[in-house]
């Protein structure tokens, strides 16, 4: 397991890093082995910080509290746990597990591999929880969601949506079994899978009545 830790920077060293950010974590990694990760320093905005923007927040019943956000989720801080849309094999090699995979450093790829040698692929639907490298969280969880062909039909979506529901219910076991308080959710499918955004929020929350869910727990949903 990775040792990693944290440095609060001031205003006048973000700047300074949002220009050689990528300088210097090239040097620590070739010197000395280390991967650095710079939350919230945009090397292409010249070291402005990138502001998190909350769209929309409800309680529902149950103290279940949920939030949907607009932010970079490799950097979203103040959660337990992040949400990975992975493949069955995870392989973390495009969209949003290459995101995290990179933020998160070697480790996520490697523990992945270790996972998958000792117990085979995943079937869509299932998810796991496992280290989370150098993201700001204590766990992230993979998930296979349901892959849908481009500019998918009513037929691709019915057929999906049990899947994505069962990926949903098994995220959701996961949070409850590991004692996660809070949890940064993308819309599983949504990206290269081609599940319709807002079907795919939406079943959350029909799980959540299906359940009748009633653990007390913030989740953070995130728009693309």
Same mark, same amino acid.
């Given at each position: 397991?990775?040792?990693?830790?944290?440095?609060?920077?001031?205003?006048?060293?973000?700047?300074?890093?949002?220009?050689?950010?990528?300088?210097? !974590?090239?040097?620590?990694?070739?010197?000395?082995?280390? !991967?650095?990760?710079?939350?919230?320093?945009?090397?292409?905005?010249?070291?402005?910080?990138?502001?998190?923007?909350?769209?929309?927040?409800?309680?529902? @019943?149950?103290?279940?509290?949920?939030?949907?956000?607009?932010?970079?989720? !490799?950097?979203?801080?103040?959660?337990?746990?992040?949400? +990975?849309?992975? +493949?069955?094999?995870?392989?973390?090699?495009?969209? =949003?597990?290459?995101?995290?995979?990179?933020?998160?450093?070697?480790? %996520?790829?490697?523990?992945?591999?270790?996972?998958?040698?000792? /117990?085979?692929? =995943?079937?869509?639907?299932?998810?796991?929880?496992?280290?989370?490298?150098?993201?700001?969280?204590?766990?992230? %969880?993979?998930?296979?969601?349901?892959?849908?062909?481009? /500019?998918?039909?009513?037929?691709?979506?019915?057929?999906?949506?049990?899947? =994505?529901?069962?990926?949903?219910? +098994? %995220?959701?076991?996961?949070?409850?079994?590991?004692?996660?308080?809070?949890?940064?959710?993308?819309?599983?499918? @949504?990206?290269?899978? +081609?599940?319709?955004?807002?079907?795919?929020?939406?079943?959350?929350?029909?799980?959540?009545?299906?359940? /009748?869910?009633?653990?007390?727990?913030?989740? /953070?949903?995130?728009?693309?």
């Amino acid at each position: 397991m990775a040792k990693s830790e944290n440095f609060p920077l001031e205003e006048e060293m973000v700047s300074i890093l949002g220009q050689c950010g990528s300088a210097l !974590t090239y040097a620590l990694q070739s010197k000395f082995g280390c !991967t650095a990760v710079l939350h919230g320093v945009d090397a292409a905005s010249a070291g402005q910080s990138k502001k998190p923007e909350i769209r929309f927040c409800t309680l529902l @019943s149950k103290g279940l509290k949920v939030s949907v956000w607009r932010d970079d989720l !490799t950097t979203h801080c103040g959660v337990d746990a992040v949400v +990975n849309a992975a +493949n069955e094999y995870l392989k973390h090699g495009a969209g =949003l597990a290459k995101a995290l995979s990179d933020a998160g450093g070697p480790d %996520i790829q490697r523990e992945s591999d270790q996972y998958i040698k000792a /117990n085979g692929r =995943l079937l869509t639907g299932d998810a796991i929880v496992a280290p989370p490298g150098y993201l700001p969280c204590r766990k992230i %969880i993979h998930v296979v969601g349901p892959s849908l062909p481009y /500019n998918p039909q009513k037929y691709d979506v019915d057929i999906a949506t049990p899947k =994505l529901e069962k990926a949903v219910r +098994n %995220i959701l076991e996961e949070i409850k079994k590991h004692h996660l308080k809070s949890v940064a959710i993308p819309a599983i499918s @949504s990206g290269l899978f +081609n599940f319709p955004l807002p079907l795919s929020f939406g079943t959350y929350f029909q799980i959540y009545e299906k359940l /009748n869910y009633k653990q007390h727990c913030e989740h /953070n949903f995130f728009q693309p």
